[in-house]
């Protein structure tokens, strides 16, 4: 089973033929440590599960990065107030580890 369908398997049933409608929405991109997922001011594209890996989450304040917060897996992201208002984001996503992340476009979600 795909990991992202043992994800949502963890909080709702999913059928396999509404699996079949997610599952070619989603693609595989590989980010090795220190990539940027998202760079703050661009427009966040897509939904994001990550499958392995670590993740940092950080804005820009007087000139020198902030943490806001950590992620492992399983879990899904975006930047929410970007992905849903189409406006540039105000936080950047760095990978810490090289990770796994299954993305879906904002189109598809």
């Keep these: 089973m795909h990991p992202f369908h ?3 398997q963890l909080y709702t049933p999913l059928s396999d033929a509404d699996w079949a409608l997610v ?3 989603l693609e595989k991109k590989q980010f090795m440590t220190g990539d940027l997922i998202l760079a703050e001011g661009k427009i ?4 994001y599960f990550l499958e392995s890996g ?4 950080f804005v820009w ?3 020198r990065d ?3 917060y950590f992620t492992d897996i399983p879990y899904t992201f975006t930047s929410q107030k970007s992905f849903t208002t189409r406006q540039p984001a105000k ?4 990978a810490l580890e ?4 299954w993305q879906m476009p904002y189109e598809d979600a």
């Design 6 to 8: 043992q994800f949502i």
């Design 98 to 101: 090289d990770s796994v992340v």
């Design 61 to 63: 304040k007087e000139g």
């Design 54 to 57: 670590l993740l940092r989450f």
């Design 23 to 25: 599952e070619p929405c």
């Design 66 to 68: 902030v943490t806001k």
């Design 91 to 94: 936080e950047s996503i760095e």
């Design 44 to 47: 966040c594209r897509h939904l």
